[in-house]
């Protein structure tokens, strides 16, 4: 398994502001995630972040919006931008490691836009 | 379309009380499905993977199975600590290591 750390934990923002959240494994892994849940629902696939380029987006997530970093195999970046209060929502990053199909997820950064 | 339907949306049991959960998929080629235990506030807490029709794991009260077309989680004798949200997820083997989740059950063991 994998031990994955995500900060800031939660922010309050305000409308037009960006915010950039920090994914951090603790071992080497071969993908890494971006999910979205919004209260209530299940988890949205933001992206794949991808190391050495660019991230790969999924059908209405656009890189303006959320711009994703992974600069070496342990971390990864996602930016949410000129937020508005539809963005607030939990952001949480995964991971896969080397020969292995599942998942492993971290706490999660709840984020609430005013 | 690939697509990962659960049920019950929430479901409510008295301690001591089995009952189990189903997940049904709509796939290409399955590669895998996942069940995770989701805590309120918590991110996803992987529990297992299944790859192929008639396999079963367990752990503790939870035991897993799948067939073709859906997989249940069967709760032997849950206690209130088992109280949380059951997400399932499948890979299908065109998706290059995306996995799909489903909308997940709320369960709630009452003491």
């Known amino acids: 398994s994998a031990v994955i750390s995500q900060k800031p934990s939660r922010d309050i923002c305000q409308r037009g502001t960006s915010l950039t959240i920090q994914c951090q494994v603790d071992s080497q892994v071969t993908m890494m995630f971006w999910y979205r849940q919004q209260p209530g629902q299940s988890l949205t696939l933001i992206a794949t972040?991808?190391?050495?380029?660019?991230?790969?987006?999924e059908s209405g997530f656009v890189i303006d919006k959320f711009p994703i970093s992974r600069p070496n195999l342990t971390f990864s970046t996602l930016t949410v931008s000129n937020m508005s209060p539809e963005d607030s929502s939990i952001y949480l990053c995964?991971?896969?490691?080397?020969?292995?199909?599942?998942?492993?997820f971290g706490p999660g950064t709840r984020l609430t836009v005013t | 379309e690939d697509q990962v339907t659960q049920s019950p949306e929430a479901l409510r049991l008295q301690e001591g009380e089995s009952s189990s959960l189903n997940c049904s998929y709509t796939?290409?080629?399955?590669?895998?499905l996942f069940w995770y235990r989701q805590d309120p506030g918590k991110g996803p807490e992987f529990l297992f993977t299944?790859?192929?029709a008639g396999e079963e794991k367990e752990k503790e009260r939870l035991k897993a199975t799948l067939t073709k077309k859906e997989s249940f989680l069967h709760i032997t004798a849950p206690k209130p600590e088992d109280s949380a949200t059951y997400l399932c997820?499948?890979?299908?083997?065109?998706?290059?290591?995306?996995?799909?989740f489903g909308s997940g059950t709320r369960l709630s063991i009452r003491p």
């Open positions: 299944l790859y192929s």
């Open positions: 997820a499948v890979q299908a083997g065109s998706s290059a290591s995306k996995i799909i």
């Open positions: 796939v290409s080629g399955l590669r895998g």
């Open positions: 995964s991971a896969l490691l080397a020969g292995a199909y599942e998942q492993y």
């Open positions: 972040a991808n190391q050495g380029s660019e991230a790969t987006y």
